[in-house]
């Protein structure tokens, strides 16, 4: 599947000041808007100074609102595996859905076909690592729930995007210091509360089980996302 995007130029980017080369984060986001145009419309206002590289609507039509190789305004205050500030490095994705505000509701097929076919061209076009495919939640997950638990991580996965290994339903005695352990070598920031944290990584990982606590269902997943120490 070719993806052509359709060119909507948003005022609000940047140059990236360690030059196009910096990138090496893929973002992804739902629009949380009650529109696909209402939040077009405001990714491409000057006053509300945000905007992201690409917008998915529903029907799988994509359209480029900043190139690659400048910098958008989509991720805020954010961190990721040390870093801060991910606009400088990431490629972002605003993928159409009211989100939990306005009535999140499933990715259609179209829209994710066209969701995977785009970010396995930026994948092409930049070393991203697996690790470093993430949700705005991921990054900011005190303030964050996008592209949240009905986003098809596992399917991305299948077709070499991101790193989401099978779960097996698992079991293990759960241990906070070894929780906490594992959400910071997987890449999250650790000054939240632990339900906080482990709210974004069930969103990510265990989406069927996004109750913010560590049960031992959580407790296996964080061991089998972790990084081998
Ligand atoms: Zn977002």
């Known amino acids: 599947m070719l993806i052509q995007p359709i060119d909507l130029p948003s005022p609000n980017f940047r140059d990236r000041e360690g030059g196009p080369a910096s990138v090496d984060m893929l973002m992804l986001h739902y629009t ?5 145009q209402a939040a077009i419309d405001r990714l491409r206002d000057t006053e509300a100074q945000v905007s992201s590289h690409y917008v998915v609507d529903e029907d799988g039509t994509v ?3 900043v190139p690659e190789h400048l910098r958008a305004a989509h991720a805020g205050i954010s961190f990721w595996r040390g870093r801060r500030a991910l606009n400088e490095f990431s490629v972002g994705i605003e993928i159409v859905n009211p989100g939990h505000e306005w009535g999140y509701r499933p990715f259609p097929a179209p829209q994710m076909d066209a969701v995977r ?4 061209g930026i994948l092409d076009r930049h070393p991203i690592q697996p690790r470093n495919v993430v949700g705005h939640s991921d990054v900011a997950p005190n303030r964050k729930q996008d592209p949240g638990e009905l986003f098809d991580w596992a399917g991305l996965a299948a077709a070499g995007i991101g790193f989401w290994p099978e779960a097996h339903g698992k079991t293990a005695e759960p241990d906070e210091t070894e929780a906490w352990q594992a959400l910071e070598s997987i890449g999250y920031e650790t000054q939240w509360p632990l339900d906080i944290v482990l709210s974004a990584f069930q969103r990510h990982f265990l989406p069927s089980r996004v109750t913010g606590q560590l049960d031992a269902f959580t407790m296996a997943r964080l061991l089998e996302v ?3 120490p």
């Open 226 to 228: 972790q990084p081998d």
């Open 117 to 120: 076919a785009l970010c396995v």
């Open 32 to 36: 949380g808007m009650q529109s696909a």
């Open 63 to 65: 359209y480029r609102l």
